[in-house]
């Protein structure tokens, strides 16, 4: 008997765990469920382009209409990043559509001037691979360019500048003193492609946010120039607008030089200088804008270049490719479109060109060479022929 009931109370036991354990299983699997239900989906980050040499991925830049200085993260509250300027130059600019072809300029050479801008310590990379500088990008893509030109040794501002602008690579030179433009009795010793413009009887104009171009103002510029090395990027563009408007020019160069100013204060590629690219990319839309506004972009040749890159900090060490390296884009009549060019360019180059787009005759002894590639035939045999032969 006492058997018998501890044998059915031995079941009723096991039969009540087992219910409990079925019990428990069905709850845990619901709560489980009901929790997995209302966890949020997966966080999915937003693809990061990550430019070569930069091991974390950079945060992801918004551009403007909706660009915040103050809403952006870490610690750009401390800096005072310029806001873009609104100009109503241009409603369409010609060079900025990607998906639609836009006007292939007529082919009438030589062209009528010639814009040279430096966009101080610009590194290719934050123009091909962020998105930055979309404007850039698409002057490049729809003209002719290289990520891989580089610039003097080395690579400073002072030496920089002067190569671009004289045609002389730094051992012809020899200013590799980035301060010389504080000593008012230094002077050029070589001739710079404005004093050639002006013996040629054409019209020069200089803006630069940069002490350093008044080296080369002093070294013979006679129609125009705008240096104050406060000079933001937005503020020099209206200027040049507002320049452009009232006046024609043949050889105009302008200097923004915010981009730099960010790099040694927070790092070349850091999202404090891709904010102020950005700007600067705004700024040089609105100068082309100006242009095309006025009727007179299908007969300018501009070229597009910075006088070095930058890592981490600072620039100078030539010796490192991030330092030497820079972008260097062609864009007008007799452009080729969408060609990425083989041959070597140096920032020397540039003189070279603009003076090859001037009419003027390339001196013999001039270090910088014409970078022919970028022309369409018959422009470009033209251009070969003008290379004096050494
Ligand atoms: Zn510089």
Redesign the pocket.
Known sequence: MHGDIRLRSKKALSIAMGVTFILLTFFLFVILSTGCKTRPPKYTETPVIIPPGISKPLPTLTLEPSISPTKTATSTEQIQLPTRTQTPYPKTPTLTATDTPTEVLACIWPPQRVLIISV??LRPDAVRDTTAAPFLLNFARQGSYTWNAQTTMPS??MT?HLSMLSGYDATTHGVINNKIWQTPEAVVEIPTIFQRANEANLTTALFSG?GHLLYIERAGFQDFSYVDKAAKDAEIAERVVDYIINNDFNLMFINLANV?KTGHAYGWMSNEQLLTISIADSAVQTIVGALEAKGILASTLIIINS??GGTGIS?GDAHIPTNRTIPWMINGPCVKPGYQVQQDVNVFDTAAMALWGLGIEIPADLDGKLVCDVFQTPVSNQCLEAQPKK
Do not use: A
């Open positions: 101080d310590s400073i501002t920089g940069k730099d006088d070095h620039h």
